[in-house]
């Protein structure tokens, strides 16, 4: 499949996107911010719109109509989530507000209930603050230690060292599987399968992998895979867990509230069977029914050919990087094909600071990302207080991408020039 065939895809879905078709400063609009959120369909638009229009009630409570409806359509979504990631059930997966939600249910849950003084969690050095900072604060509580993966010459997860990191003492793995700022695509269904090979539970940050590529949690083998519905063509306050069900079983409540519950008395209760047992309260229902929506649009698109196109603008957008003068970009190259990375690129200029980039991109219509990312450690370790980062997603062209690229060239020019 070449690249002039899928892009008739993409000509085609950018219709289906109003927010692509506007202008910003007097320009057309060319969004590169996708792994800080995804822009939304009409498919999905249009669901969260009927849901409140026609279907809004809670859900689970009510025998009427329109609490029926919500039900339904808000349990559809569970089982489209289950077969987009191949669960094995559908109480496997649990929705919460977003990723971040996740992993701080199994840190709390699992983790603070499980881990002990000198049990051993490993991490990488790249992970986004959201798979540092309940980790930090579980291994505070408990007393357990914190080990992290560092990266190799080519900035990608340094499995050897994993290895060797890996002992009797290590008690969760916990990683994530796209770098929102390197890029790299880390093994995942082989550091899973070491970490059991120790006894280790293995935790996936999956939010930039879940998006753009095939994912098989029973392939991986992990025990929970957590993702965000933003980032995926959903709407913002959704995400899912997903955990093994013999793990979910085990691990009590991670909120107290109403629909978590099976009997209350006034000095103890009971608890509601998986995945409600993690839902406390009224969840995001036109969310949720969305992200059904979301998942619809993806498969019906083929997350085969999502991928496929990616690695061709990946490939496409490091060659024309590859001729803008005086910029480093981290992470790992593309292969040939364009594969084995995401289609992000993270970068500085010697002579342009990325927020200062930013900003002048900006008034050229395009929009993309700078700061830390989520990752200050991984930056410190790079050097960098700040990296800009063009991020790609289905609905971006080449001819995006050569706008970009222009662009950049030109913002760069220009310091240069007025710096003397």
């Keep these: 499949m070449t690249l002039a065939t899928e892009k008739t895809l993409a000509d085609r879905v950018r219709e289906e996107f109003p927010i692509l078709h506007q202008q910003v400063h007097g320009k057309p609009l060319v969004y590169l911010d996708n792994a800080a959120t995804s822009q939304k369909p009409n498919a999905v638009l249009d669901a969260l719109e009927h849901y409140y229009k026609f279907d809004n009630s809670n859900v689970h409570r009510g025998v009427h109509a329109l609490s029926a409806r919500a039900t339904e359509n808000y349990e559809a979504a569970r089982d489209k989530v289950a077969a987009f990631v191949n669960a094995a059930s559908r109480n496997e997966i649990v929705f919460t507000r977003n990723a971040s939600e996740a992993i701080n249910l199994v840190a709390y849950s699992w983790g603070a209930n499980t881990l002990q003084l000198g049990d051993e969690i490993i991490l990488s050095v790249m992970e986004h603050h959201s798979n540092l900072v309940p980790w930090q604060l579980v291994a505070q509580r408990t007393g357990a230690v914190l080990k992290f993966v560092e990266m190799t010459e080519t900035q990608e997860f340094d499995f050897e060292q994993y290895q060797s990191l890996l002992s009797e003492k290590t008690k969760l793995v916990a990683v994530v599987h796209v770098s929102n700022t390197l890029g790299c695509i880390n093994p995942v ?10 006894g280790a539970k293995v935790l996936i940050d999956a939010c930039q992998s879940v998006p753009h590529m095939p994912i098989d949690v029973q392939e991986i083998g992990c025990d929970w895979l957590v993702a965000s519905g933003h980032k995926m063509c959903a709407p913002t306050g959704i995400g899912f867990l997903y955990g093994k069900l013999e793990i979910l079983e085990a691990m ?59 690695h061709e603008l990946c490939r496409y957008l490091f060659d024309k990087l590859s001729t803008v003068p005086g910029i480093t970009v981290y992470g790992p190259q593309p292969k040939a094909d364009g594969s084995g990375r995401a289609a992000l690129a993270s970068f500085t200029s010697a002579d342009v600071h990325a927020n200062d980039l930013s900003t002048l991109l900006d008034e050229a219509g395009i929009a993309i990302r700078t700061g830390h990312h989520c990752t200050q450690p991984l930056h410190k370790i790079l050097g960098q207080s700040s990296t800009a980062r063009a991020s790609l997603y289905f609905y971006n062209t080449r001819e995006e991408i050569d706008g970009f690229v222009a662009a950049l060239k030109e913002t760069i020019a220009f310091f240069k020039n007025i710096m003397g």
């Design 252 to 310: 009590p409540p991670f909120l107290g509230g109403g629909e978590m519950i099976a009997d209350v008395e006034l000095e103890a209760s009971t608890y509601a069977e998986l995945p409600h047992k993690f839902e406390a309260g009224t969840p995001a229902i036109g969310e949720a029914i969305a992200l059904g929506a979301a998942v619809d649009y993806l498969m019906n698109l083929g997350m085969d050919k999502v991928a496929e196109y990616e």
């Design 189 to 198: 269904r082989d550091i899973t399968e070491l970490a059991h090979q120790r």
